[in-house]
């Protein structure tokens, strides 16, 4: 199953059959951009969380000699404040899913530390994108961001308690998970926004109702999720039926 279920001027949703089908998709479709880019880095911002999870291995095995890995340059969207060994950390789990069973340098990965001090990695991590990301609307635009959506409707680590992380003028910023009060790093809002091309990937029944709340309402703004638009180039939703359940 592959329904395209709405369709705006930039935005894109389509609800895919399970979390399988939902990442083959994805997969495929990344292997067609990078294909038809010509620039000499094509540089990715990832997500944590179970979909990238079910990429990485994808991507890891089918695609491992099917994608030019020396071109793309990985950074995170978001990190949780630990050491990169640890099972919470997005960049461990893409290190031993993906990056070390594919053929990329290692001068292309550009992992946030989130060992360090929060504060002072969110202004390090926010000097390295700028040095290694093109500038348009005086802000980075990475050529894909990925991006979940929790059941709370937060994305990357801008949560509905800190919706002012969607309108800072900063790169990155320290954000604190509301109910964990785990630290992280996640790039703002604007930098989002700024993106190419932006893929939202959710699947589950749990994340239905906030589906719901989000396309339903999606003028209120009171969600993360809400607020994420295709300032600079494309919003793809990828839904899986468990997630789209709820929809009209």
Not at 18 to 38: G, R, V, Y
Not at 111 to 127: L, Q, T
Not at 137 to 148: R, V, Y
Request: glycine fraction near 6%; proline fraction near 4%.
């Amino acid at each position: 199953m592959d329904c395209t279920v709405s369709f705006d001027p930039g935005k894109l949703i389509r609800i895919l059959k399970d979390a399988d089908e939902l990442a083959q998709t994805f997969c495929s479709e990344l292997e067609k951009i990078i294909a038809s880019f010509n620039n000499d880095h094509f540089n990715i911002a990832l997500s944590g969380g179970s979909t990238p999870q079910k990429i990485f291995k994808i991507l890891s095995s089918e695609y491992k000699n099917k994608i030019d890995w020396k071109k793309i340059r990985l950074f995170w969207g978001d990190e949780r404040c630990v050491p990169p060994e640890s099972s919470e950390s997005n960049y461990g789990t893409a290190k031993e899913l993906l990056i070390d069973k594919i053929n990329i340098p290692g001068e292309n990965i550009f992992r946030v530390k989130g060992e360090n001090d929060p504060v002072g990695e969110a202004i390090r991590y926010s000097e390295i994108i700028k040095a290694n990301i093109k500038t348009e609307n005086n802000f980075p635009a990475f050529d894909l961001t990925m991006l979940g959506v929790g059941e709370d409707g937060h994305t990357a680590s801008i949560f509905p308690n800190q919706l002012h992380l969607l309108n800072s003028v900063r790169i990155c910023e320290t954000a604190l998970h509301p109910e964990t009060k785990q630290n992280r790093i996640t790039i703002t809002g604007k930098v989002i926004n700024n993106s190419k091309r932006i893929f939202i990937l959710v699947n589950g029944k749990n994340k239905a109702e906030i589906i719901k709340r989000i396309m339903e309402n999606k003028n209120s703004g009171t969600l993360p999720a809400q607020n994420i638009e295709a300032k600079n180039g494309t919003l793809n939703w990828y839904l899986d039926q468990n997630a789209a359940q709820l929809l009209k």
